[in-house]
């Protein structure tokens, strides 16, 4: 199971972008590892050195997929045709969507035989997926992809305490 990204970036008109990418993790307090292979997004990614990675959500999970399914090289306003709206990021130069409470915005580090590493510059979360100050995953509803029945999974029941739970076998 591997969380849903969208990749959002603008192309050298300005035009945004966003694409579905599965194969990413962050590999540092401040940084994002994203495996790429040629795509419009990448085309962007070397003009504009600057992308956002939203989570996908349950309520999201069409235009999602959609984005993931489409070339925005055959068809340019795919962004658009997903339903979705950019607001720029205050913080690099790239779109946050609208519909995504949640982005990474990041600066590319390196991009170099289809591994993209970017430097994540701030987080954005709308306060309707915060309680008390903290991202509140279950308002925000991320989805998960499933590589080997090719099939998107919301996020189950709380089952442990991260950095806590094991400290019972010392």
Known sequence: MEPVLIIGTYDENGVPNAMNAAWGITTDFKEITISLSDH??????????????????EDQVVPSDYVGIESARKVPDKFEKAG?????????????IDELPLALECNVKSYENGILIGEIINVSADESVVTDGVLDIKKLKPISFDPFGNAYYGVGEKIGNA????????
């Not at 070397?46 to 959500?57: C, E, G, L």
């Not at 950019?86 to 779109?95: N, W, Y």
């Not at 950095?163 to 010392?170: E, P, Q, T, V």
């Open 40 to 57: 419009k997004t990448t085309d962007n990614l070397k003009v504009r050195k600057a992308f956002t990675v939203s989570i996908a959500t």
């Open 84 to 96: 979705f709206h950019a607001t720029k990021s205050e913080f690099v130069d790239a779109p946050l």
């Open 163 to 170: 950095f806590k739970d094991g400290s019972a076998l010392k």
